[in-house]
């Protein structure tokens, strides 16, 4: 059974950082392409951040030079730094494993930025 667990959101002031964390198992992180998706009231989900199994990384425009995604293949977990969190960015973010026709979602983690 697949299971990616995020934490790590919460309630945070504009200009303020966050680190989310994405826990798999089921699946090894290291030949996946994993991503950071987000969701705000309604909105569509939004790709925010990816990462290869070659380690290759894609980031929306908007977070460029602000978010970083990385992963640790020893925890078998994936994280999401954000800083310079803007008010905008609150949303409910989503962690994602995809593979040829395989593709597992978390159930999210709220993050809010207040003004």
């Known amino acids: 059974q697949v299971q990616l667990v995020e934490s790590g959101g919460g309630l945070v002031q504009a200009g303020g950082s966050l680190r989310l964390s994405c826990a798999a198992s089921?699946?090894?992180?290291?030949?996946?392409?994993m991503g950071w998706y987000r969701q705000a009231p309604g909105k569509q989900r939004e790709m925010v951040a990816t990462i290869t199994r070659g380690g290759r990384t894609n980031y929306a425009d908007s977070v460029k030079g602000r978010f970083t995604i990385s992963r640790d293949n020893a925890k078998n977990t994936v994280y999401l730094q954000m800083s310079s969190l803007k008010p905008e960015e609150t949303a409910v973010y989503y962690c994602?494993?995809?593979?040829?026709?395989?593709?597992?979602w978390g159930q999210g983690t709220q993050v809010t930025v207040s003004s």
């Open positions: 089921g699946i090894t992180v290291s030949i996946y392409t």
């Open positions: 994602n494993g995809f593979s040829s026709s395989r593709d597992y």
